[in-house]
């Protein structure tokens, strides 16, 4: 219930170009994070994980593959993922294992569109380049 796919059809292409966004302070964002026995290798890695933190991903849907996602859109304003189901959000977790889409990761914006889902929804059965902005879920 509640449960919506954005979009479906048969598509190879899903290269995708990420930016990293941090709704943390600059001060807090610019400084690694160290957990006791595990060395620091990848700070970027480790801040895209942190709930609140937002990150990009620029999806090609040109030739129509199903994007491969569950979400939930009761709250009115985002895309709440449910589960990511195979297609071009698999194909970006594959290749982007640091910024692997996750249940509970909101879709806050698509192509420019935010805080209304029903224009997310529609933005995301277009067969273009997306780019959507994930928000790091609790």
Not at 21 to 28: F, G, M, P, V
Not at 73 to 78: A, I, P
């Amino acid at each position: 219930m509640g449960n919506a796919c954005c979009a479906d059809g048969n598509h190879d292409n899903a290269e995708a170009v990420i930016e990293q966004r941090s709704k943390l302070s600059d001060e807090t964002a610019n400084q690694p994070v160290q957990i006791p026995g595990k060395k620091l290798e990848n700070t970027n890695a480790a801040k895209s994980e942190l709930p609140g933190t937002e990150f990009t991903m620029v999806i090609d849907k040109t030739t129509g593959r199903k994007l491969g996602v569950d979400v939930d859109h009761q709250d009115g304003c985002t895309l709440q993922v449910d589960a990511v189901t195979g297609g071009l959000f698999q194909q970006w977790n594959d290749n982007h294992p640091e910024q692997a889409v996750k249940p509970g990761d909101r879709i806050v914006e698509v192509n420019g569109l935010r805080n209304d889902v029903q224009l997310l929804v529609e933005e995301c059965r277009q067969n273009k380049l997306l780019e959507l902005v994930v928000k790091r879920g609790p």
